[in-house]
């Protein structure tokens, strides 16, 4: 077909796309000089891109904090990401959940009476793994207590280390005593916790297999003493009493063993979120989480002098970074009371997969459009079967496209974009392949031209248009079926206006 040729251009224009101009782009690190501030604002908002994948970071030199407070926000956003309805019918399964349930005293089965010292003992130290892991969120908690008030622009700094001495003493079991003392306290209790998880969860690891052991033997026994006497050997059924205790015993042993493996798979379940929990605990510790800790302890002091703003991987089509310097005080030199850096930057490289909607566009041989066929009297005895003229017709038909392309510094891209519409008339479902045009940013509007696949009313084959038949051996309609896929040609005008996703 004609349109082949155009979707291998389309193709190549968009393999093309993947060279581009790094003029404007925006360094990794941008630095700044903030006793240099309109020069440097200048030369920060003089950068118009960023390229998708690279991390972006803005350092700011010569600020004292103990001076200037600091707001600072990043954010990304996507444009026409939200997919068209005609997409909408797959459904992925959703992310785990891995918080460790709580243990459950009330699964102690009557039966397990034997077994209830080391139920008590399982159920004990998995509420010790779920203390630890509660001590570990506090410990994040109290983290981030240090950076807000390593932040805070409104009190002293005696008031600030007021603050952190009650904040730590309240963490910690018992009373670490001088500020001094406090980081060595907070380590080895930091550090104490995760070792007392990883040991509960070696001693789960020896109690509960001898645990199983005893249950699998209660469920042996209810299978051999009771079930498989009633299946295989049961009383008579006179006297009726007998028979009918004997029946019920082995319902209620069933009943048991079911009860029994559930309770074996609750434990499995939560032994595998207790291993979670160890295991990012464990992490915790190999990352130097403690340390980190420490050391946001220790910034809290009268100085620092050097500002980073957080680092993010450049991964969506747009991107902002916004930090507001405001004087905590007034200030003895003569300067403006607050700055302002604030600079978008467009992204460029990377694939992109976005939506569009609109109208389409549809021909192709009669057999695609779906013949409209009629009898013809030839005479009293024969008919003919004729098919109105559709060939010259097109069909009107709505839907969407997912268009794949590369990023680009252009405002015109070119993509390759699979879709699917349906006719006016809701009868069908179409399914599309084209090569697009692209044209604008957050607003934009999509020309795409391709092929068209979809299914057809034709004439039955045994059958011939404008060939003469005996009335007696035609149906009183013409004969049809219908047939997947029929091939045809498909123009497409479609759009997206603003439509933003944010991170």
């Not at 005293?105 to 009476?113: E, G, I, M, V």
């Not at 916004?322 to 607050?338: F, G, H, T, W």
């Not at 976005?354 to 009898?375: A, I, K, W």
Request: glycine content about 6%.
């Amino acid at each position: 077909m004609r349109l082949i040729p155009v979707f291998v251009i389309c193709t190549v224009l968009l393999t093309g796309n993947s060279v581009l101009n790094a003029q404007g782009d925006a360094p990794e690190k941008v630095d700044f000089n903030f006793m240099d501030f309109k020069t440097d604002l200048g030369k920060l908002k003089g950068y118009k891109f960023v390229k998708h994948g690279q991390k972006f970071r803005i350092v700011i030199s010569n600020l004292n904090k103990s001076l200037w407070g600091i707001s600072d926000s990043t954010k990304q956003q996507s444009y026409n990401t939200d997919m068209p309805d005609v997409f909408k019918g797959i459904k992925l399964p959703g992310f785990l959940n891995l918080m460790l349930p709580a243990a459950q005293a009330d699964t102690l089965l009557a039966s397990q009476r034997e077994s209830s010292t080391s139920l008590e003992e399982i159920n004990n130290l998995f509420k010790s793994i779920n203390a630890g892991k509660q001590v570990l969120t506090g410990a994040i908690g109290l983290n981030n207590d240090f950076k807000n008030l390593y932040a805070n622009c409104d009190e002293t700094y005696s008031v600030i280390e007021s603050k952190l001495f009650a904040k730590v003493n309240e963490f910690l079991p018992g009373d670490a005593g001088e500020r001094k003392s406090q980081p060595d306290a907070l380590r080895r209790y930091l550090k104490g916790t995760v070792f007392n998880s990883i040991e509960a969860l070696d001693k789960l690891k020896k109690i509960i297999p001898m645990y199983f052991y005893l249950l699998n033997l209660n469920i042996q026994s209810n299978t051999v003493n009771t079930i498989w006497n009633w299946k295989n050997t049961p009383p008579p059924k006179a006297p009726i009493e007998i028979y009918r205790t004997a029946g019920r015993a082995a319902q209620r042993a069933e009943l048991e063993n079911e009860l029994i493996k559930a309770h074996m798979e609750f434990i499995k379940a939560t032994l595998t979120n207790a291993e979670a929990t160890v295991v990012e605990m464990q992490k915790f510790l190999d990352d130097d989480k403690i340390n980190e800790l420490i050391n946001n302890y220790n910034l809290i002091n009268e100085s620092n002098w050097t500002y980073y703003s957080d680092e993010m991987k450049v991964k969506e089509d747009e991107f902002n970074v916004k930090v507001i310097i405001s004087a905590l005080k007034p200030l003895a030199c003569n300067v403006q009371s607050k700055f302002i850096i604030d600079a978008d930057y467009h992204t460029y490289g990377g694939v992109k997969i976005d939506f569009s909607t609109g109208l389409f566009l549809m021909t192709g041989s009669e057999d695609f459009l779906g013949r409209d066929l009629y009898y013809k009297p030839i005479d009293s005895s024969n008919t003919m079967i004729k098919s109105k003229d559709g060939g010259k017709r097109l069909q009107l038909g709505i839907g969407g496209l997912m268009h794949i392309y590369w990023r680009s510094k252009s405002k015109v891209k070119w993509a390759i974009s699979p879709g699917l519409s349906t006719t006016t008339s809701f009868d069908g479902v179409n399914f599309h392949l084209g090569g697009s045009l692209i044209t604008g940013g957050k607003n934009r509007i999509v020309f795409t031209l391709g092929v068209v696949l979809k299914e057809s009313k034709i004439l039955d084959r045994q059958y011939v248009v404008d060939k003469s038949y005996p009335k007696a051996q035609l149906p009183e309609a013409p004969p049809t079926i219908k047939v997947f896929p029929k091939f045809g040609g498909f123009f497409s005008l479609t759009y997206n206006w603003n439509k933003l996703k944010k991170q």
